[in-house]
């Protein structure tokens, strides 16, 4: 069964930058399409961005656009999120995944990470 682990959530002030990672292990990450997710209190879980399988085509939510990177490395069975300019409202636990890309949209597909909290200050 496919794993995803998540790093790299901490606190950090408005403006600031954090660097999330998602290790993957017991599959085939280099034909994988992934995502990342995030969900904050009281709120539905929310899409953020997704990389297909060589990182050619990459979608954002528009509420991250300009200011979150999404990469991997397939060397090294990583993907991360670059998040940069970083605000109150982005603060959630995120979580990765691995899914597909139909029609310009990014769907999930059932394996999921643990997540990892991210928590912006004022």
């Known amino acids: 069964q496919v794993q995803l682990v998540e790093s790299g959530g901490g606190l950090v002030q408005a403006g600031g930058s954090l660097r999330l990672a998602c290790g993957v292990s017991?599959?085939?990450?280099?034909?994988?399409?992934m995502g990342w997710f995030r969900q904050a209190p009281g709120l539905e879980r929310e899409f953020v961005a997704s990389i297909n399988w060589n990182g050619v085509t990459t979608y954002y939510a528009d509420s991250v656009k300009g200011r979150f990177t999404i990469s991997r490395d397939n060397a090294k069975n990583t993907m991360y999120l670059q998040m940069n300019s970083l605000k109150p409202e982005d603060t959630a636990v995120y979580f990765c995944n691995v899914g597909s890309h139909v029609s310009g949209k990014y769907y999930p597909n059932y394996y999921w990470g643990q997540g990892t909290q991210v928590t912006v200050s004022s």
């Open positions: 017991r599959g085939t990450f280099s034909t994988y399409t």
